[in-house]
């Protein structure tokens, strides 16, 4: 290496816990995939030509009559060490410091504390996490990063060095040219690297995607030492150009997998990918995945989204928002634009046609895609409902274009099924629809249980009419914006008078009459007496295990949705419950025989009872519980 090194202001700093915790796991959770370390650091060199090449857009200076940018692996046996360099951006002391020594990611604290102590899920969690340089410590009892910025001098040059223990020492040196240099020193038994064939076939399998060329010191057969002795010429190992340039036909299975690794930071196969180049109004090639699993921060919203844009194979930005609605943040991938211009901006970007019109392409792409599992792969559906239909929902308001198409993806708990699994469509509820029935119920609940326990599913189970069990935070709002699906209306089963006219007999409609006119009094009673509790009193069909539940009219929010902008510390209007009351049930001709001063009592009871059962908090649960018990005591 050509550096003098003088020791200048070097320090000794420790690393951030988290990135301790990440080593310690890392080392002993991946071990048996540890050739990945390569992978990794091409990837890292990788970026840091890209983001030169993008840097140098507007300062050309940059490239320091070095345009060539590649990636070079080198090995020396006799040291024992691997030396992964480039002539990318470099890092400067302050960034060196930044990124080799912290994990900067909002979310890490949290992410951290999923981890179990089992090595193989551990290891799932990790790969999520995405393990980047790190990785370098599963081989290496010793990592040196030799690093000089792009268009810093010579002297400024920083070496980081780490035995991966808690602390790294950083010292100011010269370098003679730009780039980065890591170097590890490995372990003891990790002598099998040290083999220039080994690193190749490494470097075929997780880097030949790699748009740069990734170079080795070309060996050849010394008979007279019966080895393979390096030259001092070098070559290309890889294809060295943008896998999603080549043709379809081109790329294998395998090369798509590795590309995904690469672009995403994801550990694990992808579940799906579409790649393509449109033509015609836009010019472009996109070549999209659906990850497996769901990242930790999918819920983080300032989390990095997962796009890279190029422009004409030129690297231009990560995690490009405007490519794709936030709904389908999960996705991965990269789109590379010939009409947008090199020095494109996130302000050009926003107003871009261009833009636009790859955003709509690359919509339709994944709904494709999405569409297309659904449809022949259900369990791989199912398996990527469980990750991303919570994102996927949001998709209903904020896609209107695409609603019908996200509607048909969308999946439910019901009490089909009766499980909490969601894996009823809505096209499904429709086929399995009684005769007579022209709407699609659902109920809402803070969970599966308190969802599919509602008692206003009573008379539904009873009739054997299907309810979709709705339970997620994102439900409410989406079903704001959901009004009907194919011509047949989505309708709360807890809103507004139960009219399930159309499925009841002339003989039981009268029966019901007839009951309604009998209650008059006992309802006019109870409204009397609960006052400005309630909105209204009325008798009900829709029960028949329980004495008495509330509703709210079909236009106000329900209490469930109430809850929630209360917990989330929004005003939220007060909402007076209406009382519906069973007359079918015992209980309630016991509270019809009370006398007036027990009267009061019990329909406190009742609409107490019925508030706990729809998921509510008492105001006054000390004076529920005694009046409870008094009534207890009466009746024993
Ligand atoms: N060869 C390199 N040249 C310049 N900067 C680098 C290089 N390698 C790493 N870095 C810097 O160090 C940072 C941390 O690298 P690391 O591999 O840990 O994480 P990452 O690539 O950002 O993401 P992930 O953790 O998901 O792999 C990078 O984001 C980059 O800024």
């Not at 050009?348 to 569409?371: F, M, N, P």
């Not at 704001?480 to 009841?504: H, N, R, T």
């Not at 002339?506 to 209650?519: L, P």
Request: with cysteine; charged share 30%; glycine share 4%.
């Amino acid at each position: 290496m050509s550096q003098s090194e003088t020791a200048m202001a070097s320090e000794t700093l420790g690393f951030q816990a988290e990135v301790k915790q990440l080593l310690h796991l890392m080392i002993h959770s991946l071990y048996s995939n540890k050739e990945i370390f390569l992978r990794e650091l091409v990837s890292n060199a990788s970026d840091a030509c890209d983001k030169l090449r993008f840097e140098a857009i507007d300062k050309p200076e940059l490239m320091q009559g070095d345009a060539d940018l590649r990636i070079r692996v080198e090995y020396d046996a006799d040291k024992r060490t691997i030396t992964i360099s480039d002539n990318g951006i470099g890092l400067s002391r302050d960034e060196a410091i930044a990124n080799l020594g912290t994990i900067a990611r909002s979310g890490t604290k949290e992410f951290f504390s999923q981890l179990t102590g089992d090595k193989q899920k551990d290891a799932h969690l990790i790969g999520q996490f995405g393990v980047g340089f790190y990785s370098s410590f599963i081989v290496a009892d010793k990592v040196s990063v030799l690093s000089r910025r792009a268009g810093a001098d010579a002297t400024e040059a920083v070496l980081w060095e780490s035995d991966g223990q808690g602390e790294f020492s950083i010292m100011t040196v010269e370098k003679a040219d730009r780039g980065t240099a890591v170097t590890l020193h490995l372990r003891a038994e990790e002598d099998d690297f040290l083999s220039g064939w080994k690193l190749r076939e490494i470097l075929r399998r997780y880097s030949d995607h790699i748009s740069l060329p990734v170079q080795m010191l070309k060996e050849e057969w010394d008979s007279e030492a019966s080895k393979q002795v390096k030259t001092t010429e070098w070559e290309t190992v890889n294809q060295a150009n943008a896998l999603w340039t080549r043709a379809k036909s081109d790329v294998t299975d395998e090369q798509y997998k590795e590309f995904y690794k690469h672009v995403s930071h994801d550990f694990e196969d992808p579940l799906a990918w579409t790649h393509n180049r449109v033509e015609g109004r836009s010019e472009y090639t996109q070549l999209l995945y659906v990850p497996k699993r769901a990242p930790f921060d999918l819920w983080d919203r300032d989390a990095r989204r997962g796009v890279k844009l190029y422009v004409k194979r030129v690297f231009i930005m990560d995690d490009a928002e405007q490519l794709l609605p936030a709904y389908l943040r999960f996705v991965r991938g990269v789109i590379d634009s010939a009409d947008l211009p090199l020095n494109v901006s996130r302000e050009i970007l926003q107003e871009s046609r261009d833009v636009r019109a790859i955003r709509e392409g690359s919509t339709k792409r994944i709904l494709s895609v999405l569409e297309d599992m659904a449809e022949n792969n259900a369990e791989q559906y199912a398996e990527f409902w469980g990750q991303f239909g919570q994102v996927l929902k949001e998709g209903m308001g904020e896609d209107a274009a695409n609603k019908e198409r996200i509607a048909k993806l969308l999946r439910f708990a019901s009490t089909q099924a009766n499980s909490a699994t969601q894996s009823v469509s809505l096209a499904d509820y429709v086929s399995r629809m009684k005769e007579g029935q022209d709407k699609i119920y659902y109920v809402t609940g803070e969970s599966y249980a308190a969802a599919s326990n509602s008692p206003h599913l009573e008379i539904f189970r009873k009739k054997g009419l299907e309810v979709l069990l709705l339970s997620d935070r994102v439900d409410e709002w989406m079903l704001s914006f959901m009004q009907d699906f194919e011509g047949k209306s989505l309708v709360s089963i807890a809103k507004g008078g139960l009219d399930l006219d159309a499925l009841a007999d002339e003989d039981e409609k009268k029966r019901q009459e007839e009951v309604a006119e009998n209650f008059k009094p006992l309802v006019e009673r109870l409204k009397a007496s609960l006052d400005d509790k309630v909105k209204d009193v009325r008798v009900t069909v829709r029960l028949v295990d329980s004495p008495s539940c509330v509703v709210v009219d079909a236009n106000e929010l329900s209490p469930h949705l109430l809850r929630m902008l209360q917990a989330a510390g929004q005003a939220a209007p007060e909402v007076k419950p209406i009382l519906e009351i069973n007359p079918e049930h015992p209980l309630i001709a016991r509270v019809q025989d009370a006398n007036d001063a027990d009267f009061a009592e019990w329909a406190l009871l009742l609409l107490d009872q019925a508030m706990l059962a729809e998921g509510a908090q008492l105001k006054d649960s000390a004076s529920f519980v005694k009046r409870l018990n008094k009534l207890l005591l009466q009746s024993a």
